[in-house]
């Protein structure tokens, strides 16, 4: 099992950027797509932007162009800066794990893992 722990949020005015962590520990993912998924009261779960284990990214309509995705695999790490916040960017922040190596979509019933979340609070 996985164990994943997200820092690095906070509250932030509109145009102003954050750095979300999220570090893994129990086993090494190298092999596993890390995402970040965010929610708001109410809604669903969305994603927001992954990063496979070949280095490939991939990011919702909304993250593309502000938000950048990455990853240390020597620390078992991913990473999501975001800059340019929006106020509807206002959401519980997850890092997440893939439940198979070698495999990814965007859906969250892929993802076996997730942090305790991390509020991000973008002010008008």
């Known amino acids: 099992q996985v164990q994943l722990v997200e820092s690095g949020g906070g509250l932030v005015q509109a145009g102003e950027s954050l750095r979300l962590s999220c570090v893994a520990s129990g086993r090494t993912v190298n092999t596993y797509a890390m995402a970040w998924f965010r929610q708001t009261p109410g809604k669903e779960r969305e994603f927001v932007a992954a990063?496979?284990?070949?280095?490939?990214?991939d990011y919702a309509d909304p993250a593309k162009g502000r938000f950048t995705i990455s990853r240390d695999n020597a620390k078992n790490a991913v990473y999501l800066e975001m800059n340019s916040l929006k106020p509807e960017d206002t959401a519980v922040y997850y890092c997440?794990?893939?439940?198979?190596?070698?495999?990814?979509?965007?859906?969250?019933?892929?993802?076996?893992?997730w942090g305790q979340g991390t509020q991000v609070t973008v002010s008008s």
């Open positions: 997440a794990v893939g439940s198979r190596a070698y495999y990814y979509t965007r859906s969250t019933t892929d993802f076996g893992s």
């Open positions: 990063n496979t284990w070949t280095g490939v990214k």
